[in-house]
């Protein structure tokens, strides 16, 4: 069992930047794919960005592309989430998750076994 906890969430001006964290612990979650996702108020949850287990290969959503950035230091059991040029419409709760399958699906949510509690970002406009 994988325990995920995010952190870094808050209130932001519209151009701004956030730094999310995802720490785990339990069973090692280095062989995992870690994924972000987020959910805003009353929409489907969406995927954001994702990472493979070895730092070597990403994949981000069209709306987050040139303004996300996900990193991971297995060392220390964590993954981040670089947010810069932030606008409202990314407002939502956002997820960290770990993808525990074979294989490299990183937008697919139902690959995802393990997920954090949630941390919420606001952008003002």
């Known amino acids: 069992q994988v325990q995920l906890v995010e952190a870094g969430g808050g209130l932001v001006q519209a151009g701004g930047s956030l730094r999310l964290s995802c720490a785990a612990s339990?069973?090692?979650?280095?062989?995992?794919?870690l994924g972000w996702f987020r959910q805003a108020p009353g929409k489907a949850r969406e995927f954001v960005a994702a990472?493979?287990?070895?730092?070597?290969?990403?994949y981000y959503a069209d709306s987050v592309k040139g303004r996300f950035t996900t990193s991971r230091d297995n060392a220390k059991n964590t993954v981040y989430l670089q947010m810069n040029s932030l606008k409202p419409e990314d407002t939502a709760v956002y997820y960290c998750?770990?993808?525990?399958?074979?294989?490299?699906?990183?937008?697919?949510?139902?690959?995802?076994?393990?997920w954090g509690q949630g941390t919420q970002v606001t952008v003002s406009s």
């Open positions: 990472i493979s287990w070895s730092g070597g290969s990403t």
């Open positions: 998750a770990a993808d525990v399958h074979a294989g490299w699906v990183p937008y697919r949510d139902a690959r995802y076994e393990h």
């Open positions: 339990g069973r090692t979650f280095s062989p995992y794919t």
